[in-house]
């Protein structure tokens, strides 16, 4: 498990739980990315966010 976070300006994260094919219809090719890859390997990808109030990243991927 690697979990990431800052105290940044952060995003609405609704939009970090659509697939990594919307994402990137959208322009969001980071979290396109991170989360295909997160699929590809059969593990998670955990998005909590809110604008003004930082954001963290929990991937976990099985053993």
């Known amino acids: ?13 609704r939009t970090a739980n659509l697939t990594h094919e919307e994402l ?7 979290l396109a990315n991170m989360t ?3 699929s ?10 809110e604008p003004e109030r930082g954001t963290k990243i929990i991937a976990a991927v099985p053993l």
């Open 36 to 38: 295909e890859r997160m």
């Open 1 to 13: 498990m690697l979990e990431i976070q800052d105290n940044g300006k952060g995003f609405d994260a």
């Open 24 to 30: 990137r219809l959208q322009g969001h090719r980071g």
């Open 40 to 49: 590809l390997m059969g593990g998670t990808l955990s998005v909590i966010s």
